[in-house]
Nanobody, 120 residues
Framework: VQLQAFGGGPAQAGGSLRVPCLVS????????VGWFRQAPGKEREFVAA????????RYGDSVKGRFTISRDNAKNTVYLQMNSLKVEDTAVYYC??????????????WGPGTQVTVSS
């Protein structure tokens, strides 16, 4: 399984950004896809995850109510819609598979990450 997140970049505080994660190398995901982020000097932090079968979602406390994860099964793509961005959302964002749990160790596959930088 290969994952590729793209579409990151600069954004203004209070603004929005949508980051897709394209999954390839397998006909479909079995369990789920998650988003994590890592800021300089910090551990990788859980952001959101989605079940591939029923679309159920979960979010990290720091992004609840601001970020939305969704999937397009036909395109094997997971989207992270980020609204009301804050400077502290600045990080490298990674998508991972195959899990929907909020723990790095539960994911077997990772993409290379995409940088999101939020300025005030």
């Amino acid at each position: 399984v290969q994952l590729q997140a793209f579409g990151g970049g600069p954004a203004q505080a209070g603004g929005s950004l949508r980051v897709p994660c394209l999954v390839s190398g397998r006909a479909s995901i079995k369990y789920g896809v998650g988003w994590f982020r890592q800021a300089p000097g910090k551990e990788r932090e859980f952001v959101a995850a989605i079940s591939w079968s029923d679309g159920s979602t979960r979010y990290g406390d720091s992004v609840k109510g601001r970020f939305t994860i969704s999937r397009d099964n036909a395109k094997n793509t997971v989207y992270l819609q980020m609204n009301s961005l804050k400077v502290e959302d600045t990080a490298v964002y990674y998508c991972g598979a195959e899990s929907q749990l909020p723990a790095v160790s539960m994911y077997d596959y990772w993409g290379p990450g995409t940088q999101v930088t939020v300025s005030s």
